[in-house]
């Protein structure tokens, strides 16, 4: 299996940006998939992630301002992202998981956010 994500780079503050992932190789349908991000000197933390069923969640920094979007048919996962501040700099990583399965990850892809 493979992730592999596309749509990071430079942005104002207060600007949006949609990054995507496609995956292959995988049975997507039967996954939970999202986005984790990490910034220099910081553990990796959950930003967003998207069950089979649909259940959404959101950490509380990106609430209301970040917003996960499945596509089983395209075997895609995408985080629209708006109102964007300098703290959501960070590398951004995909993934996908199931119990007693592995993970799978995604390359990262880097979001500035910076005037």
């Known amino acids: 299996g493979q992730l592999m994500e596309f749509g990071g780079g430079p942005v104002q503050p207060g600007g949006s940006l949609r990054l995507s992932c496609e995956a292959s190789g995988i049975a997507f349908n039967f996954y939970d998939v999202g986005w984790y991000r990490q910034a220099p000197g910081n553990a990796r933390e959950k930003v967003a992630s998207i069950t089979p069923n649909w259940n959404s969640y959101y950490s509380d920094d990106v609430k209301g301002r970040f917003t996960i979007v499945r596509d089983n048919a395209r075997l895609t996962v995408a985080l629209q992202m708006t109102n964007l501040k300098p703290e959501d700099t960070a590398v951004y990583y995909c993934?996908?998981?199931?119990?007693?399965?592995?993970?799978?990850w995604g390359q990262g892809t880097q979001v500035t956010v910076s005037s």
């Open positions: 993934y996908a998981a199931r119990p007693q399965d592995r993970s799978f």
